[in-house]
């Protein structure tokens, strides 16, 4: 599975952003695909994944309310819309593919290249 990830951007507090994955190579509907992010000195955290089948999504909590993950199959897309975003989102948001549902980042069939969200307050 290829991955690249867009969408990216600097925006002010409490605006909107949707974040882009390509996808290509799948060869299953069996993968949870996700969206992790890296702020600068902190470890990679989850945000959401979806999986591609049929579409069960799970959350981190910050992200809940304010965070949607979808996929759009004719499009090979994984999208992440990112509203009344926050200064403590500033990462870099990275997609990945995962062959069964989890929240660690251990174990990822393929990354994506990450796109930098800053959030200035």
């Known amino acids: 599975v290829q991955l690249q990830a867009s969408g990216g951007g600097l925006v002010q507090a409490g605006d909107s952003l949707r974040l882009s994955c390509a996808v290509s190579g799948l060869t299953t509907s069996d993968n949870f695909m996700s969206w992790f992010r890296q702020a600068p000195g902190k470890e990679r955290e989850f945000v959401a994944g979806i999986r591609w089948r049929e579409g069960t999504r799970r959350y981190e909590d910050s992200a809940k309310g304010r965070f949607t993950i979808s996929r759009v199959s004719a499009e090979n897309a994984v999208y992440l819309q990112m509203n009344s975003l926050k200064p403590e989102d500033t990462a870099v948001y990275y997609c990945?593919?995962?062959?069964?549902?989890?929240?660690?980042?251990?174990?990822?069939?393929?990354w994506g290249q990450g796109t930098q969200v800053t959030v200035s307050s």
């Open positions: 990945a593919s995962f062959s069964d549902v989890t929240t660690s980042a251990v174990g990822a069939s393929s």
